[in-house]
């Protein structure tokens, strides 16, 4: 996220980054697919509440990270939000990720996957359900994803733009698979998201020479 936070601060922004539980430095036992991540961003959320009203709070949020935001069952206001790539239901992703990896015999494993979720981390696949909890997130909703990616496939992604609530907008990037799409495609992307910020936050910054 760091090449986003970059332009955002050039553009004027604040810009918190979130290291979420059982990545980067932060503890924690086991990457939770967005479950206990929820937490941290309902954490960080209420840190710049302190700071800035709704209005002027935006954000962005890529794959696992996506899902945790639209999982959180505490989730304080924003004013716009941007999902990456984000995966519609847990079984999806593990049947999409198992067929790259292991052709079609892979999805079969996925079912067992599932099966390890609630001895091993507490949780089941009803819980990892960020498609469900699309439409009650009570923000602009701006889904992008890439029009080659195999892991959150376009229909997926598709699927989840007609699950979230209005106003909404979808950006398939064209030859994207599951990658960086801010790298990708780096200046229609900036172009994008500083179009839709100046959109719907309050008293859009001016960039900075």
């Known amino acids: ?19 979420l539980q059982s990545h ?9 697919f967005g479950y206990l991540e929820s937490r941290d961003v309902s954490g960080a959320l209420e840190l710049l509440g302190k700071e800035f009203s709704a209005d002027r709070i935006g954000v962005i949020a890529e794959s696992m990270g996506a899902a945790a935001f639209v999982l959180a069952k505490e989730r304080p206001a924003v004013s716009a939000v941007v999902l990456e790539s984000m995966y519609p239901t847990i079984d999806q992703a593990l049947s999409n990720r198992l067929r790259l990896h292991l052709g079609s015999f892979g999805p079969v494993l996925a079912t067992l996957f599932e099966m390890l979720l ?56 064209p030859g994207a698979a599951h990658v960086n799409l ?28």
């Open 1 to 19: 996220m760091l090449s986003r936070a970059q332009f955002l601060h050039q553009a004027g922004y604040t810009v918190l980054l979130i290291d």
């Open 24 to 32: 980067g430095e932060s503890n924690g036992k086991h990457i939770t």
């Open 118 to 173: 609630q001895p091993r981390l507490g949780i089941t696949a009803d819980d990892l359900r960020p498609i469900d909890r699309v439409g009650d997130v009570d923000a602009p909703v701006f889904i992008i994803a890439g029009s080659s990616d195999e892991h959150t496939t376009p229909q997926e992604s598709a699927a989840i733009f007609a699950a979230a609530s209005q106003p909404k907008e979808l950006w398939l990037v």
């Open 182 to 209: 801010h790298d990708f495609a780096k200046e229609e992307y900036e172009r994008k998201i500083l179009e839709y910020f100046a959109r719907y936050l309050h008293s859009p910054p001016r960039r900075r020479r």
